[in-house]
């Protein structure tokens, strides 16, 4: 049976100083534990060293982007396994615990994932097969199975099968780097596997606070475009990116009257950025 010491919690930072306490509480009783701090300006540091001083701390100066420093921190590992957890993430020993004694049940599965619950106990149903494939109808699962993704947002890693498919692709620098690994894990056969038992509470974007917070709308707009196209080019086609960014560009612009008559400005900021982002893609190079 595996135990906690068979693996190495990893946290990714960005003004997330508002976290750090509740992710102490749910870290406690890991002795592996690696944060990468994505350039905070919020005091982050500090209060990681006050609160986690049994981490090993990664600081950028600069954000490096979601996918990129978890693969600084990944590239660190020496557990058996990796549990990805974002700092907005509460969890309790016996629920990690839960996703391990899963793990053991199936030692071929390349990620495991909990089930995440949001703040007024609604569970999230952010488990799925690619689309592509088969869409995924009726409730919520009730136990282990098969899925084609999970959420980044906390899942635990096989390391073994891991290094074998690779990590995250930095071309995402947020949003879809998570869709991206998981559709590599399926494209590889390997199991993807949803433990539902394991209940992880996440409070989804509440992450990242900071003296900007119009900006940081503006940004998660931008990246979400950005990325989308990304994946879509990678997965699909050039072809297949350039119809979807003229598509969702033209629905973006429509949407830009009603939210200029009545404006709320997270919703305006984000609005704006996503426009640009799809204004400005570039496809990638793919090999």
Known sequence: MLTVDSVTAISVT???????????????????????????SDGCLQKI?????????????????????????????????????????IVQADEIQHLLTVASVYPDAAIIAPQLV???GLYEISYRWPTGTWRSTGPIASGACCVGFVSGAAMLLNMAVMRDIGFFDERFFLYYEDE????RVFSAKRQIIIAPEARFAHLSRGSVRGTHPLRSEF??????AQSKLIFEQ?????????????????????TLIPRLLLPQPKYLARLFGRIIGLSQFQPRQFY
Not at 219 to 224: A, C, E, L, T
Request: glycine share 6%; net charge positive; aromatic share 4%.
């Open 118 to 120: 949001r703040s007024g």
């Open 14 to 40: 960005h003004n997330s100083k508002h976290c750090i306490d509740a992710l102490a509480k749910s870290l406690a009783g890991l002795s592996h534990i690696i944060i990468v701090d994505n350039g905070s």
């Open 180 to 183: 991206d690994l998981c559709q």
């Open 219 to 224: 940004f998660r707009g931008f990246h979400h």
């Open 234 to 254: 990678k997965h699909h086609s050039t072809a297949s990116a350039n119809k979807l960014r003229w598509r969702t560009l033209l629905l973006a612009l429509l």
């Open 49 to 89: 060293a006050d609160a986690l001083p049994q981490a090993h701390l990664i600081q950028s100066e600069r954000n490096l982007g979601f996918g990129a420093a978890n693969n600084r921190a990944l590239d660190l590992v020496q557990t058996p396994y990796a549990l990805l957890i974002n700092p907005d993430c």
